[in-house]
């Protein structure tokens, strides 16, 4: 082992005893902790979301193609607020952004998600850790697959949540209604951001949805 790797290896260390997350195996992507430390202060929520995507990162990472930004959709928070947040397990960098939520986990349309369903038919978001497969052409546009890794999202593939654009989780439904429409189950951003989740997000990467909360 080189120099360059046992540097990296040691910066990992590091960042994980400083977030108090467990050393374990993980994913091959070292995170230099002096660029968390240094480059730009994080919230003590940054710090959780780091925490989350290292602790999902290595649970799930033997089958990932690329572990280097994980996506962690809280739905702890409102629909009115940024909540699907891609974590840059490199550059230490957190880039957040408006998400619905399905119509099942929110039937009153209070803009809360109130429940998770793995039910086919429910049309509700599901929590758990997901794989990112094919990008394709579909009702909203170019959309994005995703495969669910966990019993409580074992159903994702078969149910199409997917990762799309969509009208109705654009920011001027804010001004609007004050919170975001409701997809069918699906993570859908707005049209203009979604060119963002495909370029952070490629096939094989990491999204994993929960609620997280401040605390």
């Known amino acids: 082992m080189d120099r360059t790797t046992n540097r990296q290896l040691d910066r990992r ?11 374990g195996l993980g ?11 240094e480059v730009s202060p994080l919230s003590d929520y940054e710090r959780r979301l780091i925490a989350v995507a290292l602790r999902e990162r290595d649970r799930v990472g033997a089958m ?34 408006l ?22 038919g429910s049309l509700a978001t599901s929590r758990g850790a997901y794989l990112t497969t094919e990008k394709y052409d579909g009702k909203y546009g170019q959309s ?4 669910g890794l966990d019993l409580d ?3 994702a593939y078969d149910r199409a949540i997917v990762m799309h ?22 993570f859908a951003m707005a049209p203009e951001e979604f060119s963002v989740a495909l ?3 490629g096939s094989g990467r990491l999204l994993f949805a929960d609620r997280i909360g401040e605390g």
């Open 64 to 97: 990932l193609v690329d572990g280097s930004v994980v996506a962690i959709a809280d739905f702890a928070r409102p629909s009115h607020e940024t909540r699907l947040h891609f974590v840059d397990m490199v550059s230490g960098r957190v880039d957040s952004h």
């Open 165 to 186: 654009p969509a009208w109705y989780a654009a920011p001027d439904m804010l001004g609007k209604y004050g919170k975001l429409g409701r997809s069918e189950g699906c």
């Open 27 to 37: 994913a091959a992507v070292a995170t230099p902790s002096r660029v968390f430390a």
């Open 99 to 120: 998400v619905a939520h399905g119509r099942g986990s929110d039937p009153e349309h209070m803009g809360w998600l109130r429940q998770f369903s793995n039910g086919v």
């Open 144 to 147: 994005m697959r995703l495969r």
């Open 13 to 23: 260390t590091a960042l994980r005893r400083a977030l108090g997350v467990g050393i």
């Open 199 to 201: 370029d952070h997000l």
């Open 153 to 155: 999202n074992s159903n």
